[in-house]
């Protein structure tokens, strides 16, 4: 599982500048700052974001949007209540 806690440290360790954040703590990802994201969603969840996955990724605009996109990528019962109601899941092996 990946908390809205776990997504602001991986935005930090990717670059953003987040002192006080929530849900809709607003975010503008550019293009270096994704790609390192992307590699630390890997190297520290086993979550692998495919092509396919990357527009909706970048496209979100608040920290909630970025979790709930990312926990659709979990596998079932590791995303919580999206996870488990069947929504599609990609993630390392």
Do not use: K
């Amino acid at each position: 599982m990946i908390t809205e806690t776990d997504v602001a440290q991986l935005l930090r360790d990717s670059g953003q500048l987040l002192e006080d954040w929530d849900t809709g703590t607003e975010l503008a990802l550019d293009s270096l700052t994704f790609v390192w994201l992307v590699h630390l969603l890997d190297e520290r969840h086993g979550i692998v974001v495919g092509p396919e996955d990357e527009d909706e990724l970048a496209a979100s605009d608040t920290i909630g949007s970025l979790h709930r996109n990312l926990v659709r990528l979990l596998p079932d019962g590791a995303g919580g209540a999206s996870a488990a109601s069947g929504t599609e899941a990609r993630h390392a092996s």
